[in-house]
C-alpha cells in the first residue's frame, strides 16, 4: 500500500496573476476593509442611537451591518498578513474555519435578504397590520431562523468539502480557502461532490431570489394601485436601496459558482468585489436616499464633534 502524507496546512497562493504587485494590493485592499468596517460600524451606531428607528426594517438593517463586518473578516486580515510580506501559510483548521464562516455570513445574508423583502412586502402591501405581523417576537424569530439555516447550510457544505482525503499538494491557488479550490486538492474523485455542492450552493440562492421576486412583484402592483405621486415615490425609494443592495449580493454568487467553466482571475476579481465592495457599499446605498438615517448619521457625527452643531 503507498504511504500518504495528510495535509496539516495550506499554501494560499494569492490573487492569481498579481505577482509584483502585493505593496500596492495590500494598500487597496487595506483601504476597502477600513471603510467597510467603518462605514456598518456608523450605521450600527446611528440605528441603535435613534429610538426612530427601532423598527423591523432597521432592526434587520443592524443585522445585516453587523454580517457586513465579519463577512470580509474572514479573509481579508489573513490577505493582508501575507501581502505585507508575511507567510502564506494556513494550518488545516485555520482553512476549515475560512470555509465555514465564509458560507455561514454569506448564506445567512442571503436569508436575511429574504426576510429583508418581506419585511417590505408587509409594510406596503399590509401597512395597517404590519406592526401586527411584524411583532418584536416574528423579527427575533426570522433573525434566529436566517442564523440557524445559514449555519446548517455552511455545516453541510464544510462537512461535505473536508471528509475527502487531502494527501497531496497543499497550494491553494486563491487568497482564502474556498470549495472550487479545495476540491481541486483532494486525493479522490470529487466530480459527485462537485454536483452535490453545486446543486447545494446554486439551490438555496435560487430558492431565495424566486422568493425575493416574489415579494417585489407584489410590491410593485401594490405601489402602482398608490394615487398619490409622492407615495408611489416615497414607497419605491424605500425599497429601491434594498433591490440595488440584493443585486450586487447576487450578481457576484451567479459568476462564481454557477460558472460552467472556471476562469481563477475572473473569480477572484468577483470574489474581492463580494468580500469587500459589497459590504463597504452597502452602508452608503441604505443612508444615501433615506432621511432617517442622514438624520441619525449626523446627529451621531454632531455627537462625536465630526460635524459642527447646527
Known amino acids: ?53 427601532h423598527t423591523p426594517m432597521y432592526f434587520f438593517l443592524c443585522k445585516l451591518s453587523i454580517f457586513d463586518i465579519f463577512f470580509p473578516s474572514v479573509s ?4 493582508l498578513f501575507f501581502l505585507s ?4 501559510a494556513i494550518s488545516y483548521g485555520g482553512c476549515v474555519c475560512q470555509l465555514f464562516f465564509y458560507h455561514f455570513l454569506g448564506c ?5 435578504y429574504t426576510v429583508m423583502a418581506y419585511d417590505r412586502f408587509v409594510a406596503i402591501c399590509y401597512p395597517l397590520r404590519y406592526t401586527v405581523i411584524m411583532s418584536h417576537k416574528v423579527c427575533a424569530i426570522l433573525a434566529m431562523g436566517t442564523s440557524f439555516f445559514g449555519c446548517v447550510q455552511a455545516t453541510f457544505l464544510t462537512a461535505l468539502t473536508f471528509q475527502l482525503p487531502y494527501c ?15 476540491l481541486k486538492l483532494a486525493c479522490a474523485d470529487t466530480s459527485a461532490l462537485e454536483m452535490v455542492g453545486f ?5 438555496m440562492p435560487f430558492s431565495c431570489f424566486l422568493l425575493i421576486l416574489t415579494s417585489y412583484s407584489r410590491i410593485v402592483c401594490s405601489i402602482l394601485r398608490i394615487r398619490s405621486a409622492e407615495g408611489r415615490r416615497r414607497a419605491f425609494s424605500t425599497c429601491s436601496a ?15 459558482y454557477l460558472q460552467p467553466t472556471p476562469n481563477p482571475w475572473l473569480n477572484a476579481t468577483v470574489q474581492i468585489l463580494n468580500n469587500l465592495v459589497t459590504p463597504m457599499l452597502n452602508p452608503l446605498i441604505y443612508s444615501l436616499r433615506n432621511k432617517e438615517v442622514k438624520s441619525s448619521l449626523r446627529k451621531v457625527l454632531q455627537q462625536i464633534g465630526l460635524l459642527p452643531e447646527q
Open 168 to 182: 497531496g499538494p497543499n497550494q491553494v491557488e486563491y487568497f482564502f480557502c474556498d470549495i472550487p479550490v479545495m
Open 76 to 79: 481579508s486580515p489573513k490577505m
Open 199 to 203: 446543486i447545494s450552493v446554486g439551490l
Open 85 to 88: 510580506g508575511n507567510s502564506h
Open 1 to 53: 500500500m503507498k504511504n500518504q502524507t495528510v495535509v496539516t496546512e495550506f499554501i494560499l497562493l494569492g490573487i492569481p496573476h498579481t505577482e509584483g504587485l502585493e505593496i500596492e494590493l495590500f494598500f487597496v485592499f487595506f483601504f476597502f476593509y477600513f471603510f467597510t468596517l467603518l462605514g456598518n460600524l456608523t450605521i450600527l451606531l446611528a440605528i441603535i442611537s435613534s429610538p426612530r428607528l
Open 242 to 256: 434594498h433591490l440595488t443592495a440584493i443585486l450586487l449580493f447576487y450578481m457576484p454568487v451567479v459568476l462564481i
Open 108 to 112: 445567512t445574508e442571503c436569508f436575511l
